[in-house]
């Protein structure tokens, strides 16, 4: 069975500090897909990244960076210099072939407070 | 802009009361799935479907049922609402069944009283 564990509930940073949130996958596939979705105050889903298991290259989007590591399989989100605004839930998830046949089975989320 | 719409965005309703959530995109997706998001649970998924005339359970489908009549459309209904139903519901679609990203609606906040 799948599996995505966030064990960090809830972090707290001074802005302008950098954080990594954790993001801990089970899987026995060898095609997965990984996903991060940020959900802000207001409440809405915003995607933020899709990686397939076969693509182990980090990648950073401005101040945003992703780590997959297939041999611990992590695929932990990092935010250089926070700020307000990055204050959400933060969701990581699988797709896999597991329940449903690829649907998506989200870690229960970190709360991420950036405080000015 | 192509996008995913939620009615209503919130709801109060009584203990036994048909409840129907619409569910409208205009992405043209043929895929489209129901969550449910409570404290502690993260999102959990209702029902979804490949296209029209399918649907399929998820992991949390009791008292719950889909149908999908058109492209469009998915409205999600409770039969007879539980205060357990009590919860943010949310609907996504995405272009390709396997592995591709879903897009969320705003949600719909229910209270089951």
């Known amino acids: 069975a799948q599996k995505v564990t966030q064990a960090q509930t809830e972090i707290s940073v001074v802005e302008k500090e950098d954080v990594t949130l954790d993001c801990v996958y089970e899987?026995?596939?060898?095609?997965?897909?990984l996903f991060w979705y940020k959900q802000p105050p207001s409440g809405e889903l915003v995607f933020l990244i899709r990686r397939n298991s076969f693509d182990e290259q980090n990648e950073i989007s401005g101040r945003y960076s992703w780590n997959f590591q297939k041999s611990t399989s992590s695929f932990n989100f990092t935010i250089t210099a926070s700020q307000v605004v990055d204050s959400a839930v933060y969701f990581c998830a699988l797709s896999d072939s597991g329940a449903g046949s690829y649907q998506l089975t989200f870690g229960k989320g970190t709360k991420l407070s950036v405080i000015p | 802009d192509a996008e995913i719409t939620q009615s209503p965005r919130h709801k109060i309703t009584e203990t036994g009361r048909q409840v129907t959530l619409a569910c409208h995109q205009t992405?043209?997706?043929?895929?489209m799935f129901w969550y449910r998001q409570d404290l502690g649970h993260g999102l959990r998924l209702i029902h979804y479907?490949?296209?029209?005339?399918?649907?399929n359970k998820g992991e949390v489908s009791d008292g719950y049922s889909v149908s999908r009549s058109n492209t469009e459309d998915l409205p999600l209904t409770l039969e007879s609402a539980a205060s357990s139903q009590t919860s943010v519901y949310f609907c996504a679609s995405s272009e390709r069944p396997r592995g591709e990203t879903q897009y969320f609606g705003p949600g719909t906040r229910l209270l089951v009283l």
């Open positions: 899987t026995r596939d060898t095609t997965y897909y």
């Open positions: 992405w043209n997706h043929n895929n």
């Open positions: 479907s490949y296209g029209v005339h399918d649907t």
